[in-house]
């Protein structure tokens, strides 16, 4: 039986990353990603560079059943599934009373349920092998009820506690779950936010990182069954503040950005 890892948006950012880095180790990966072409070009890099296998799964993990055809590929092909990692996102930052229904559906599938149910899927056929790695993503942002970034902030937080549960529910498995919580890392995902033109110094101070560096210490802290990891110090800061900022100050803040 070949021990699989899977990667949930795979083709880029720091999706890619994971999979490059699991690669080098000697991992064979499952891709999974709505972009199927870029998921082939990395499964081909994957399969020269490391001789590892690297099949592609593109599907919208925003569908009611993607969670249970995933399960189903893995069973059919006899891939013992070692890793999990929900890295799969997406970002809205608009009110919520401007978002089209379906984006706001859409984000609680990525982030929340199909996420939760490759757990619910996966976990007992851990447990049955005598090994598993869950690495969920989540986000300072779950600290977070600011407008704008609500639904993030919302979805993310639903990560951070179920991750929490599941792992102590887990405790006595060989089974882990790690709960990534990322504050700014630069990736495309946050291409369009108007504080990317200062990402070299947003970097250099520290209050953002580089996805290869935010993912080799996601998967250290995985390997090494940590229950969280939180990289930067300025995360740590941040999820002390935020939830100390008044709301008049957040509704002054909203109507700023808006004006400019």
């Known amino acids: 039986m070949k021990s699989y890892a899977i990667v949930t948006g795979a083709a880029s950012g720091m999706g890619r990353c994971y999979a490059l880095l699991l690669a080098e180790k000697g991992y064979n990966i499952l891709l999974i990603d709505i972009n199927g072409d870029a998921a082939q070009e990395l499964s081909l890099q994957l399969t020269h560079l490391y001789n590892v ?8 993990l925003t569908l009611p059943h993607a969670a249970e055809q995933i399960v189903s590929l893995c069973k059919e092909n006899n891939w013992c599934v070692e890793i999990l990692i929900n890295n799969a996102g997406m970002l809205i930052t608009t009110p919520i009373e401007e978002t089209e229904s379906d984006r706001l559906q859409r984000i609680i599938a990525l982030h929340c349920t199909t996420p939760l149910l490759l757990c619910r899927l996966l976990v007992p056929l851990m447990k049955e092998q005598g090994k598993g790695f869950i690495l969920n993503i989540s986000s300072i942002t779950a600290w977070m009820d600011w407008p704008v970034i609500g639904m993030y ?17 887990c405790k006595d498995s060989p089974v882990s779950v790690t709960t990534a919580i990322f504050g700014a890392v630069d ?5 369009n936010l108007p ?26 802290a995985m390997f090494h069954r940590k229950a969280t990891l939180i990289p930067c110090l300025s995360d740590r800061l941040t999820i002390m503040l935020c939830p100390l900022m008044p709301s008049c100050f957040l509704h002054y803040l909203m109507r700023k950005i808006k004006l400019t």
């Open 53 to 60: 296998s690297a099949p592609v799964l593109c599907i919208d």
């Open 153 to 169: 902030g919302c979805t993310k937080r639903f990560v951070k506690g179920y991750s929490k549960a599941l792992r102590i529910e």
């Open 187 to 191: 990736t495309p995902l946050l291409t």
């Open 195 to 220: 504080f990317m033109r200062y990402r070299k110094l947003l970097m250099r101070l520290g209050f953002m990182i580089s996805p290869e560096k935010a993912t080799s210490k996601a998967l250290k």
